[in-house]
């Protein structure tokens, strides 16, 4: 220690006095207190109150296209697509229902870049998918898509 009694007496009751706190503390939270258990009327309204917050934004239905693809062979091959369109705020399905024949016409575009054997794979469906998000919002000038539903996806 220091060398000096009365110091070194003083520092160890004060050690001491902040070990029995930290002890008491530490029984108290474990032994003593009990956390009140949680209503259920109270949890309800609380789950209710936030639900009503959190306002998802819909889906937007595209008409169903046929799109006719390129393809190597002499047969004839064609996408069938059914497509919904989801906005970050719901007040944008207004300008995707203006620019309909705009998002229509990426669609066909980009199907028609892609082979239709590559269409039928997975990989193939999530590129598409994201060459149609990146398209849409660039011709938008402003992020509004975002995301995109096939509830309809059949390569012929």
């Keep these: 220690m220091t060398g000096n009694r009365m110091f070194d007496n003083i520092l160890i009751g004060a ?6 706190i930290t002890f008491g503390l530490f029984y108290y939270s474990l032994k003593i207190y009990q956390k009140p258990l949680p209503q259920d009327s109270v949890e309800r309204e609380a789950l209710l109150s936030d639900s009503k917050k959190k306002v ?15 393809s190597r062979t002499s047969r004839l091959r064609f996408l069938d697509l059914q497509t919904y369109l989801v906005p970050f705020k719901n007040s944008q399905v207004d300008l995707l ?9 990426i669609i066909i575009d980009e199907s028609s870049r892609i082979r239709p054997e590559e269409l039928n794979t997975v990989s193939g469906k999530l590129i598409f998918e994201n060459r149609l998000r ?3 919002n660039e011709k938008m000038n402003m992020p509004i898509i975002k995301d995109i539903f096939f509830s309809r996806f059949v390569v012929q």
């Design 15 to 20: 050690m001491l006095t902040a070990s029995m």
């Design 56 to 70: 998802f934004a819909e889906a937007y239905k595209l008409d169903k296209l046929i799109v006719n693809l390129k």
């Design 97 to 105: 229902e203006e620019k309909k024949s705009i998002i229509n016409d």
């Design 134 to 136: 990146k398209r849409i």
